[in-house]
């Protein structure tokens, strides 16, 4: 397959992350398998991976905020107890061979399908500021130490927390979640590029593919509100199963 051709189908591919990752989660499990098919080892693939990551979330949160919603104090105050988790998780990634991380990663991807296919609870309301609870803060390292050792269905994890232990709505989820991605991902990035895990011109084409499924989906997701946001969710969960069962 000619270059071009191959950097074309991996923007393709980050347009579509992109979306699923601001509106829902899991657009990593398109990603990073895509990254190791162009020829990456999991380290350089995970790493690269990083590039899109934090583009396409500083463009949601730069959207967001444009669409006049955001929560900086509480989005911080979160986004702070992940950086340690990220930086650990991060530093046993780039150490692990690629068959233990494909081996996690089959586990990590069992996870999530199984969490979000149980039911959950309708008590509670949602609002944008959402309840205090103590717990939100561990939760949060552990879900910063998931990132940074592997990314893929984070997201899932921060809507989780937010959503069933804050009551946040969705809408404010998501804006909070991009921005802590966007900040975990900095230290776990730092890492990855210091031992040479990172292929730019790999990770700027997707990037640039990223960035513009992230800023078209902070547009479906603020004019679609919770209910458009539940319908990716799903389709999101669905494409991680195809992916899980390798018929994607």
């Not at 949601?60 to 105050?77: D, M, P, Q, V, W």
């Not at 700027?204 to 902070?218: E, T």
Request: glycine fraction near 12%; charged fraction near 10%.
């Amino acid at each position: 397959m000619p270059e071009y051709l191959e950097l074309l189908i991996l923007f393709g591919v980050g347009v579509v992350a992109g979306v699923i990752n601001v509106m829902a989660g899991g657009g990593s499990s398109l990603t990073l398998p895509a990254l190791i098919f162009l020829g990456l080892d999991s380290a350089s693939a995970n790493g690269t991976n990083r590039v899109g990551i934090l583009i396409q979330s500083l463009i949601a949160t730069l959207s967001f905020r444009k669409e006049k919603i955001s929560g900086l104090n509480l989005s911080l105050r979160l986004a702070a107890f992940t950086i340690p988790g990220a930086i650990l998780g991060a530093l046993i990634a780039i150490r692990i061979s690629d068959v233990w991380f494909e081996r996690i990663l089959g586990l990590i991807m069992i996870g999530i399908i199984v969490s979000m296919l149980v039911p959950q609870s309708k008590s509670g309301i949602t609002t944008q500021e959402g309840k205090k609870t103590w717990l939100i803060y561990p939760v949060m390292f552990a879900i910063g130490f998931y990132g940074g050792f592997v990314q893929v269905g984070v997201g899932f994890l921060i809507m989780a927390a937010l959503y069933h232990l804050l009551k946040i709505n969705l809408v404010f989820v998501n804006m909070h979640k991009v921005f802590i991605t966007m900040i975990f991902t900095i230290p776990a990035l730092i890492i990855f590029i210091w031992t040479d895990n990172v292929d730019w011109i790999l990770g700027l084409v997707l990037a640039a593919g990223n960035a513009l499924g992230g800023w078209w989906a902070v547009r479906l997701s603020v004019r679609g509100g919770e209910r458009i946001i539940r319908y990716v969710l799903i389709a999101a969960i669905f494409i991680v199963a195809l992916k899980l069962f390798g018929l994607f």
